[in-house]
């Protein structure tokens, strides 16, 4: 099955700064990769996705970017602001079967 | 629109009992799913129910069940509660018709074993 790593565990960063994240998959034929952020006593929310077919997307401050042939994709999230501060997981499906997830990681922004 | 409603909350249980946990899903959402949450183990998915039949399952022991009413809704029961079992269990509704259709999660049910 497959299989996701996910990295740092712990970030933090100054408030206005950027943040990355990182992920990466063992199945080439995974081909959707979503983005979730869980705040504290609430269930995760989805806040971008990528589908295979795409190498790059981006919703205002947030972007997600696919390197198929490396198998990795990232999160990006610049001008952070204190309520990004939160539980990022990625996660990757191959078609038409579960979500695996990355094992989280916990973003504090430093005001 | 309502979300993803899931109740109890809160379960306090020993060892050897069973628990049944609900999760009601966004209206016309056909598609439930379940995740274990544990801090060691992240989010780890159960099953996923569409139209009432089990369309996929994770690598969980057969004393995880669940099943899905006509209505949508799904229940998940654990039997012969171990202490391992405690975790914060998620359900995630989606229209289903898709696999990358988002999925909207509920609060969880938070489940002590003791």
């Known amino acids: 099955g497959e299989n996701v790593e996910q990295h740092p565990s712990t970030l933090s960063v100054q408030e206005g700064d950027s943040a990355v994240i990182k992920c990466t998959y063992s199945?080439?034929?995974?081909?959707?990769f979503p983005w979730y952020k869980q705040e504290l006593g609430k269930g995760p929310q989805l806040i971008i996705d990528?589908?295979?077919?795409?190498g790059e997307k981006k919703d205002q401050r947030i972007a997600v970017t696919l390197n198929k042939t490396a198998k990795h994709f990232s999160l990006h999230i610049t001008e952070t602001q204190p309520e990004d501060s939160a539980v990022y997981f990625c996660?990757?499906?191959?078609?038409?079967?579960?979500?695996?997830f990355g094992t989280g990681t916990r973003l504090t922004i430093i005001p | 629109k309502a979300g993803v409603t899931q109740t109890p909350r809160y379960l306090i249980k020993t060892r050897g009992q069973q628990v049944t946990l609900s999760c009601s899903p966004i209206?016309?959402?056909?598609?439930v799913s379940w995740y274990q949450q544990t801090p060691g183990q992240g989010l780890q998915f159960l099953f996923e129910y569409f139209s009432e039949t089990q369309r996929n399952k994770g690598n969980f022991p057969g004393r995880f069940s669940g099943r899905q009413f006509s209505n949508s809704r799904s229940e998940m029961n654990v039997s012969t509660l171990e202490l391992g079992d405690s975790a914060l269990y998620l359900c995630?509704?989606?229209?289903?018709?898709?696999?990358?259709?988002?999925?909207?999660f509920g609060p969880g049910t938070r489940l002590t074993v003791l």
């Open positions: 209206s016309g959402h056909r598609s």
């Open positions: 199945d080439s034929a995974s081909n959707y």
């Open positions: 990528i589908r295979s077919n795409v």
């Open positions: 996660a990757a499906s191959l078609p038409a079967e579960k979500l695996t």
């Open positions: 995630a509704s989606s229209l289903g018709g898709m696999y990358w259709d988002e999925q909207f």
